[in-house]
């Protein structure tokens, strides 16, 4: 399993997804300042990609819109990867942070995810499952795609594979909703980003 180092970023994550969630067409906001909220963590099985699922709110927005965002963390640049920039890992040196939803690692992860070949990990300790995540799972199928809900969905509306993470909203209560989901959009094999708007 990934090990989790506590240690420096700099720029940190939030940083660099201020400057980026402006550039997403599903990004309801203008200049957000982001609080993170929840998420998890999966396993590259090579041990070379971070996986991170991450949930933060934008509390510049009245309304405290929730996203969705995947993460991966690269030692090297990925060509046509989506970059949301480029930090410096207290531990691992420069680290290249792409969208999950461009990066073929997460994909494949998430796929293993919503067929029950891999397991969500904890946000912040190594080797521990994450207790916040529920997952439905369905069987492989080279005609479903991976659906990332960009915000979060409620639970009903998916009658396939999906997995459900809770965080905890700004007044410290625990909110959940589907973030990823198992399709059959005419796309198949391909990763489907949704809004849900």
Known sequence: MAVVHHTTLEPGKLDLLTAWLPTRTWFTG????LRRAGGFRLDDPAGEVGIECMIVIDTADARLPVYHIPLTYRGASLPGGDLIGTTEHGVLGQRWVYDGASDPVAIA?????LTGQAEPQHQDRS????????CV????????SVRINRTPAPAAEFPRGWILSSWTDPAGDTAQ???LETTTDSDHGQTVDSSRR
């Open 127 to 134: 080797d521990t499952r994450a207790d916040t995540v529920e």
């Open 109 to 113: 992860q998430l796929t293993a995810l």
């Open 177 to 179: 909703g589907v973030v």
């Open 30 to 33: 203008t200049t957000p300042q």
């Open 137 to 144: 799972t369905t069987q492989p199928d080279p005609s479903l």
